[in-house]
């Protein structure tokens, strides 16, 4: 039911976020690849998504460390994820701050290496334009 939550959630973020890219490439560049005889495959394979990719690879990364952050809601619903088991050890044990202190660790960790990996991935896909 989380999952299902979040992929409803995100696929409308991630809509707007295509529509803003696709949007964003001023209509020369379709005129100007039409008047150089390419096709409308070719159009959108070697100039319009390119450009649109670079505009909205950040927002896709952002929005992708949205999700993992919003999994801990999944606790509202009985799944089992980092916040809850943290807040069930810490019911255990009556050490709340260590428990919530290594959880927040733990996901400032996984959304570094999310960011990390994610630009290094720029790097790579835009040889440095972004």
Avoid: C
Avoid at 45 to 72: A, G, K
Avoid at 106 to 122: D, E, N, P, Q, R
């Amino acid at each position: 039911a989380v999952l299902s939550a979040l992929v409803f959630i995100n696929a409308g973020y991630l809509t707007e976020t295509f529509r803003g890219g696709f949007q964003s490439i001023p209509s020369t560049q379709y005129s100007a690849s039409k008047s150089l005889g390419m096709t409308s495959i070719q159009t959108y394979r070697y100039i319009i998504l390119p450009q649109m990719l670079r505009r909205i690879y950040h927002p896709m990364t952002n929005q992708f460390v949205w999700s993992i952050l919003m999994s801990s809601l999944g606790i509202l619903v009985g799944m089992s994820e980092l916040s809850g088991t943290t807040q069930r050890l810490q019911s255990l044990s009556f050490r709340t701050l260590e428990f919530f202190i290594v959880a927040a660790v733990m996901y400032f960790v996984i959304t570094k290496l999310v960011l990390f990996g994610s630009s290094l991935l720029a790097r790579r896909l835009f040889k440095g334009e972004i």
